[in-house]
Every structure is written in C-alpha cells, then in structure tokens.
C-alpha cells in the first residue's frame, strides 16, 4: 500500500474517533439537560456558551425558581470530548440580578463570564415569552 493511502486510512480513523467522541459529549449534554428539567419541573432553565478558538471550551445550565433564585449553576469547559459538567455552589441562591452584576462570576476561567451571560439571556426570553402553548388553536379549518 503507497503512504498516501496509509494517510488517508489515518485520516478516516481519526475522524471516526472524533465523531465518536462528539456524540459520547451530546449524550452526557443531554442526559444533564434532560435530569435537571425533570427534577426542577418548575421555575426556568437557561443554557450558554462561549467558544474557545484554541482555549476551552464553556456551557453553563443555571436552573432558576419561578421568583429567579438561582437553585443550580452547572459549568462543562475543557478542551475535549471528556469534559463533565460540574457544580459552582458558590452562585447557589444568588438571585438572577446579583448573579448578572456579580462582576468576579468567571473570575479565572476565561469565557465562563460569557456563557453565564448567554444563559441569563435565555431565561430572560423565556420569562418574556407568552405563555400559550403551541399548538393547532389558531388553524382556521375548511369548514369554518
């Protein structure tokens, strides 16, 4: 077999690798999403991110109450697929409004600031949205 297909077989490996890796990440985000919606059923839930052009990588979830104290801010950076979320209790029964101006939130980690902005933002849009639900209420059928 010449080099260039030994290259290319190189190749194909790794990027089976990666994407193996990826979808392990997805699944973990996921299975966190999905745990933290299911035992805080009321109250609000915002995800952010801050993408690290050659640094780290950051998402942070902040679970909100219905009148927004923060009951749990969880942190996933790193720069690989094996990066776990992880719980910053030190933001834990804060208020959404001292958690925007707390000035020292990603003290240290760059990008964490960012995606705690990012995922207040989202609540944000959630508590401004109506609360109608989707659905096929405003279909006007043939008939009528």
């Known amino acids: ?68 104290v923060v009951r749990r801010l969880l942190e996933m950076s790193g720069r690989s697929v094996f990066a776990k979320f992880r719980r910053r209790e030190e933001f834990e029964g804060l208020t959404l409004d001292a958690l925007r101006s707390n000035s020292n939130a990603g003290e240290g980690e760059p990008g964490v600031a960012e995606a705690i902005k990012r995922a207040i933002e989202q609540i944000d849009r959630m508590r401004s949205e109506p609360k109608e639900k989707p659905g096929l209420t405003g279909l006007k059928t043939v008939g009528a």
């Open 1 to 68: 077999m010449a080099i260039w297909q030994w290259g290319l077989l190189a190749l194909g490996a790794v990027w089976a690798l990666q994407s193996l890796g990826v979808w392990l990440q997805m699944r973990h985000y996921s299975d966190v999403f999905k745990g933290v919606t299911a035992k805080y059923s009321d109250g609000f839930v915002g995800a952010g991110n801050c993408r690290g052009r050659l640094g780290k990588g950051v998402i942070v979830l902040i679970v909100v109450t219905p009148d927004l």
